[in-house]
């Protein structure tokens, strides 16, 4: 019997997530079965439930991943000295994590921010999901805190606002351009840095209008 590869693995076990993230995004957790995965990913029950007991570990493996990417591209910024400036910094990360979710469509809309949306609505009322969300989000913030902490240390920004105060605002941006794109439709992560920027201009008493 041929020897199954890691590469072979990797390659199933990608299918497989993909397939169950196009049928959570397109009729969300509840209305979504395991059959309806199967159908989606062309495979067989045993191939599936080889690598995932159920729908609740499949939503789980997404949101981790998905987390992860976003929690990476930010610690890589942390260890940056300086970190690139927020307009800069929040769409490159968000545009990389959107990127390598780009084939997965659903109405020939990106099937992630739908997906964030489903996600969200399902930790109201199953606290495992919810504890998923929280470690992720919790880790994703650290990571934040800390490029804020790095901007204070280089003079970028004023050390009179607490690290994690800004850290969860630009949580929020990124979070609510995500549920933008789901409610309204598409919208370049330029969009978001360019209002960034503009936000980063305002002086008080009106002085930067203009100058």
């Known amino acids: 019997m041929p020897r199954v590869t890691q590469e072979h693995f990797d ?19 509840h209305a979504t079965s395991m059959q309806d995965v199967l ?4 495979l067989s029950a045993g191939a599936v439930y080889r690598y995932f007991r159920g729908k609740e570990e499949l939503i789980a493996a997404i949101v981790g991943e998905v987390l992860g990417q976003v929690h990476e591209g930010f610690e ?3 260890r940056s000295t300086p970190p690139p400036p927020p307009d800069v910094l929040v769409p490159s ?6 990127a390598t979710k780009e084939s997965l469509t659903v109405d020939g809309r990106p099937a992630l921010p739908r997906l964030v949306i489903q996600v969200w609505a399902e930790t109201l009322r199953n606290e495992e999901l919810a504890a998923t969300m929280r470690e992720g989000y919790t880790a994703v ?6 490029v804020v902490e790095a901007y204070q240390e280089a003079g970028m920004m004023p050390r009179d606002t607490p690290p994690t105060h800004v850290a969860r605002t630009m949580m929020a941006g990124a979070m609510g351009f995500l549920a933008q794109q789901a409610l309204f439709g598409p919208a370049p992560v330029e969009v978001l840095q360019d209002g960034l920027r503009a936000l980063m201009s305002v002086r008080d008493g009106g002085t930067g209008v203009g100058a």
Do not use: P, S, Y
């Not at 159908?39 to 062309?42: A, I, Y």
């Not at 990360?93 to 959107?98: A, E, H, S």
């Open 93 to 98: 990360v968000l545009g990389r994590v959107l």
């Open 39 to 42: 159908k989606e990913t062309d």
């Open 11 to 29: 390659a199933r076990r990608r299918q497989i997530l993909d397939g169950a993230a196009l049928c959570f995004a397109r009729n969300g957790f």
């Open 141 to 146: 913030l650290g990571a934040w805190t800390r």
């Open 76 to 78: 890589e910024a942390a």
